[in-house]
């Protein structure tokens, strides 16, 4: 171990944990030996471990295990370098020794410790040790003596110049082995090509080479990993983008490694059965030399030579062997190191992130817990019903902010545990839309934004994918978008049909498009590598500026992975920014709204008046799809002109729809002029991103009662004209809306949380319902016990004293009672996993309700049990 890669490795210690510094070791494929002095434990990582033959955790944590694989000769040497370490007499020790393996073989070890921490009086606390295994290294040194050895006891039979050039070329494959072996060098790749030259020029070769192998898709390639060329000392370009295949270069690689043997042959008539190497025009002999590590076939070098016909020797290449065995165990440290160096800044990157994620996520949390407080207490001291209703409105906001800030926690407590988990069911996507656009509405009109809708396609069929992560992944890239666009910006959805997959409307299925695209302050390139990040957030600046916890960009890219898609972004800095996402859909039942328009309706004519052009184009688009005649006009002026020319062809139009805020003659004239002209018959339809109630009173002035808001989804759209031209054809799967009628029900509630029973007392009130509550699950069960029928459904927390609602459940499903086995039993409860609610299935229940809870939610799930 070089003492600049230990350097390297200790300067993140004080930043890293003992086990952060495993985790980084075992990365790198660096042993780590950490020892606490005080107590005498020791720690061996996993490399270091499967090293000495054992399964992590079977060696114990004492001193005694590191004597015990310390061959017995070397032991004194390096119990006295350790002390040596631990009085101050040095800073740290660098010893090569001998392990012994749980098979009693023997490898070579090269060991650098200090000590990285000491108390206050300046006693060690731990020290940590960096190991590497020695034993190719060694191997190829003891190669090279040998062939020194072999070389003398040839000198006596062969003549002086067979010694003289045995005698040079050994001289060379050492200097090339030392110059190498020296320690660590600024420019590494400068010294092995240099070390290449050494060997080459021995021999009197023009180029060499070292092939460094590697396998893809179970077929075995080798890479140009460092090369030396006569008239290019650089070589002529490396890395694995140029692995050739062994089976197209070298058709008899396995017999020729098989046999440790090599390929020495003139070019001016190659074997092509034996070597087929590109770029071998101007060769006149080449050499390739198998190169082995610990009996493993790691690669080759090679030797061109581009002025003379020649085999070259036997001598030659045992010798070139040699050195290159030297070249190519350093490369193989060297690429240990950098591994090191790289997870070293990875995990320094990542220990910075988490720590400033923290910070963040403080302050995220104590700001909405301050307004909640604070609200609170101010609504406390008065008794100003606004007052109060402003503070509830403060309170709900917060609290919901809140539940973002813990949602976005607990999922990536899921994601780094692996238990995310994504579920597929067929629902309305135009549904989902218009939920995920209510709950962004209000930041949109805090900074009087403007959402556009770009739909190539209605959705006649529900969907089949995860509703509730989709809808996760759309509102908060809508959020970001919000947050980071200037007051009066622009955002657009654009959701297609990928052309590419599929055909529209076809049952197996298809692939969505979806990108939300605004006129923010943009994401610059390098921000932009880091954005999907966990704990990241483009600038940290940006936290301070905007807030965020930096979490949810990583849970969207984690979801539509898990969709089998792919989520990217495309963005300039100060120009705004386009996030995609691509992913595969199934296409469910047909969606049970209105089907048909009446047969008089693809014979009506329609006219849109808008002074936004994407606005027309979509509502243009849209209506072709329902094949209904569509005119637009960009003014009021213009809308006038159109109708008088429709009544001179006596084609009138039968239905407008008209924005109110529009230059010149706005919505409201423009509408009143053109009742004058069509009649009071004609269908007017306001358009507006502005709220009904502002406009609501100037609009009815103007003769206008029906009312669209901006952005307008195809299927919302598609209902109001088949609303307003016939009524009867309205069939909708939505059950009347506001609370529903369960008078001579009975609830069973258990719930030990007082406050927990009064929200859902609050919530049931109005529904007719009787609520009886239990403080927990052994009081449920006896009074389901004592009359069985008298409950309609159980409300069942998961987490109580006595019995909890596992239990509870399980033993009222066991009582022999039809009831039993049919009451609804409705899980209702905080934890938020997936096999918590799997737990709930299994223990005989029906349903799951998170907490806290969601009223449409709370409401949907039990109308499907006592409607």
């Known amino acids: 171990m070089s003492k600049f890669a230990l350097d390297d490795y200790f300067a993140a210690s004080p930043g890293l944990s003992a086990e952060a510094m495993e985790t980084l070791a075992d990365f790198a494929g660096i042993g780590l030996l950490n ?25 114990p944590h004492t001193g005694n295990t590191r004597e015990m694989l310390t061959y017995e000769s070397d032991r004194a040497m390096v119990a006295e370098n ?41 006693k060690p606390v731990r020290l940590a040790a960096l190991s590497t295994e020695l034993t190719r290294l060694k191997w190829a040194e003891e190669k090279a003596r040998d062939m020194e050895l072999e070389v003398k006891r040839l000198s006596a039979a062969a003549g002086d110049a067979d010694l003289a050039e045995q005698n040079r070329m050994l001289r060379a494959a050492n200097a090339a082995s030392a110059m190498i072996i020296g320690g660590f060098h600024q420019d590494y790749e400068t010294v092995v090509r240099q070390s290449l030259q050494i060997l080459a020029e021995s021999i009197q070769a023009q180029r060499a080479y070292i092939f460094r192998n590697i396998t893809l898709e179970g077929r075995l390639y080798c890479y140009p990993r ?23 270069f070298l058709p008899k690689w396995k017999e020729i490694t098989n046999k440790y043997a090599n390929v020495r042959l003139s070019m001016e008539n190659p074997d092509l059965e034996l070597v087929n190497l590109p770029h071998t025009e101007d060769v006149k002999s080449i050499m390739l030399i198998p190169l082995f590590l610990q009996g493993e076939f790691w690669g080759f070098i090679g030797f061109d030579d581009t002025v003379t016909g020649r085999e070259f020797t036997e001598d030659e290449a045992d010798i070139m062997r040699a050195g290159a065995m030297v070249v190519a165990s350093s490369l193989t440290r060297n690429e240990t190191f950098s591994k090191l160096n790289e997870a070293r800044e990875a995990a320094m990157a990542s220990t910075k992130a988490k720590g400033e994620f923290l910070s963040r996520m403080s302050h995220e949390i104590r700001t909405p817990m301050n307004a909640i407080i604070g609200m609170a207490a101010i609504a406390r001291k008065t008794t100003d019903p606004e007052k109060i209703k402003y503070c509830l409105e ?39 839309m218009q939920n995920v656009f209510n709950m962004i509405q209000v930041k ?24 509730l992560r989709l809808s996760q992944v759309l509102i908060n890239l809508l959020n970001n978008a919000v947050k980071f666009t200037p007051e009066r910006g622009d955002i657009t959805l654009v959701v297609r049909e990928d052309p590419d997959h599929g055909q529209p409307g076809v049952p197996a299925g298809s692939r969505l498009h979806v990108e939300v695209i605004d006129t923010g302050i943009g994401i610059s390139r390098e921000q932009q590598e880091r954005l999907f990040q966990s704990f990241e957030q483009a600038d940290g600046s940006i936290t301070r500026r905007y807030g965020g916890t930096g979490l949810g960009l990583a849970i969207c890219k984690k979801i539509i992975n898990l969709m089998g898609g792919d989520i990217w972004v495309e963005s300039e800095e100060g120009k705004g920014s386009r996030f995609i996402f691509e992913f595969p859909i199934a296409w469910g039942e047909p969606i049970p709204a209105a089907t048909i328009l009446r047969k008089a309706a693809p014979t009506s004519r329609i006219l849109v008046v808008d002074d936004a052009e994407d606005v027309r184009m979509y509502f243009k688009n849209i209506l072709d799809t329902f094949s209904l005649s569509c005119d637009t006009a960009a003014s009021g002026e213009e ?82 004209i088949v ?10 799967e939505n059950r009347t809306a506001g609370i529903p009628d369960w008078h001579g029900r009975t609830i069973l509630l258990a719930e030990d949380i007082e406050i927990n029973q009064e929200i859902v007392i609050s919530l049931l009130e109005g529904t007719g319902a009787s609520v009886i509550c239990a403080d927990n699950g052994e009081i449920a069960l006896n009074l389901f016990r004592e009359d069985p029928g008298r409950f309609d459904l159980i409300l069942m927390d998961m987490q109580m004293p006595v019995m909890d609602g ?57 109308d499907d049990y006592l409607r």
């Not at 009649?679 to 306001?686: A, S």
């Open 226 to 248: 460092t090369e030396w060329y006569l008239d290019h000392p650089s070589g002529r370009g490396q890395g694995p983008d140029q692995a050739m295949l062994y089976d197209d």
């Open 35 to 59: 020892w606490h002095i005080p107590s005498g434990k020791i720690s061996l990582n996993r490399n270091i471990t499967l090293l000495a033959g054992y399964e992590p955790g079977d060696l």
């Open 806 to 862: 596992i239990c509870a459940a399980e033993k009222i499903r066991a009582l022999e009672t039809p009831e039993a086995r049919t009451v609804p039993i409705v899980a209702m409860t905080a934890n938020a996993f997936k096999e918590d609610e799997q737990r709930c299935f299994d223990a005989g229940m029906n349903g799951h309700l998170a907490k806290p809870l969601e009223i449409d939610s709370f409401f949907r799930v039990l």
């Open 394 to 432: 403060k309170v709900d906001a917060s609290s919901r902010q809140l539940l973002g800030i813990i949602n976005d926690v607990l999922d990536m407590s899921k994601i780094d545990s692996g238990k995310f988990e994504i579920t597929l069911h067929p629902f309305d996507f135009e549904q989902m």
């Open 723 to 732: 609303e307003l031209t016939d009524d009867t054809l309205i069939q909708t």
């Open 444 to 467: 949109l009109e805090e900074k009087k934004q403007t959402l556009h809708y770009d739909f190539t396609r209605v959705f006649k069929n529900k969907i089949i994918s995860d509703e």
């Open 639 to 720: 809308a006038l002109s159109l109708v008088r020319k429709s009544l001179r062809e006596k084609k009138p139009y039968s239905m407008v729809f008209i924005d109110w805020n529009m230059p010149g003659m706005n919505g409201g004239d423009t509408a009143q002029e053109l009742r004058h002209l069509l009649g009071d018959d004609l269908l007017v339809v306001m358009i507006s991103v502005s709220d009904w109630t502002d406009i609501e009173q100037s609009a009815k002035g103007y003769g206008i009662t029906h009312f669209l808001p901006k952005p307008i989804l195809p299927s919302t759209l598609y209902n109001t």
């Open 82 to 122: 350790i002390s040596a370490v631990l009085s101050g007499e040095k800073d740290r020790y660098q010893i090569e020794y001998r392990m012994r393996r749980a098979d009693g073989s023997l490898v070579w070890i090269s060991e650098t410790g200090l000590v990285y921490e000491r108390d206050k009086s300046g």
